[in-house]
């Protein structure tokens, strides 16, 4: 299993750069190059894009609620910790660009790694759920396992007979039944038994729901 550490930042906002260094006629790549540009320099420490870019009067809001002038904006600006990479893309860009206004809107989306080994945090084993083997169905005992189950009041389920085949019936959702020995049935895919219990009187009184060697017992009501 790898691990790694993935944030999504979204920026909506736009880089404002000094008088001396607006060009005429800029264009939105020029614009998103130059953003790339100061968040390819985060990692590295970069501070010379920053310093170049950004204005002396400048007012900068980050996603932590701090408000930095310049001086404190490039100071920021300091190297990744060992063991720390990462990478910041601008993406769904749009652009509003005037004449002596570039408004640059755009989502920053932040990868970091923190140390390159990568180690299990977390293991879950599955096994594979096969059906067993189906027996052979005697339809004579078939009467004996017809009629309505109940969990609870307002909680029934019924076994009903097609044929040569048994279902089981709740909520309008019928499943067969596949007999695994003469009591004992399962239904394909589900794990666990079904199982007709006998009173002392040789009638079936119950259904058993057998999941995990856990019983979960629905009782035999009258037809």
């Given at each position: ?79 990744m ?10 993406e769904?860009?749009?652009?509003r ?15 970091e ?27 004579k005992k ?21 044929g040569?085949?048994?279902?089981v ?16 049935f ?10 007709f ?27």
């Open positions: 299993m790898k691990l790694s550490a993935i944030f999504l930042i979204f920026f909506c906002g736009s880089n404002v750069i000094s008088a001396g260094e607006r060009d005429a006629g800029i264009t939105e790549t020029e614009l998103v190059g130059r953003t790339q540009e100061l968040y390819d320099a985060v990692v590295p420490g970069n501070q010379a894009p920053w310093k170049k870019y950004f204005a002396d009067d400048c007012i900068f809001a980050d996603e932590k609620g701090r408000t930095m002038d310049k001086r404190k904006l490039v100071a920021d600006i300091t190297p910790p060992a063991g720390y990479s990462g990478a910041i893309k601008i769904q860009v749009q652009s660009i005037y004449d002596n206004v570039a408004i640059l809107s755009y989502d920053a989306n932040e990868t790694t923190i140390f390159g080994n990568w180690q299990i945090i977390a293991s879950q084993a599955h096994r594979y759920y096969e059906d067993p083997a189906a027996g052979k169905t005697d339809p078939f009467p004996d396992f017809i009629g309505a189950y109940e969990l609870a009041p307002g909680q029934t389920r019924t076994i009903i007979a097609e040569d085949s048994l279902f019936e709740r909520s309008g959702k019928k499943d067969q039944l596949f007999p695994e020995a003469s009591e004992l399962f239904r394909k895919g589900i794990e666990g038994r079904i199982l219990r006998y009173d002392k009187n040789g009638k079936v009184d119950a259904l058993i729901d057998r999941r995990n060697n856990e019983d979960v017992v629905w009782r035999k009501v009258a037809n």
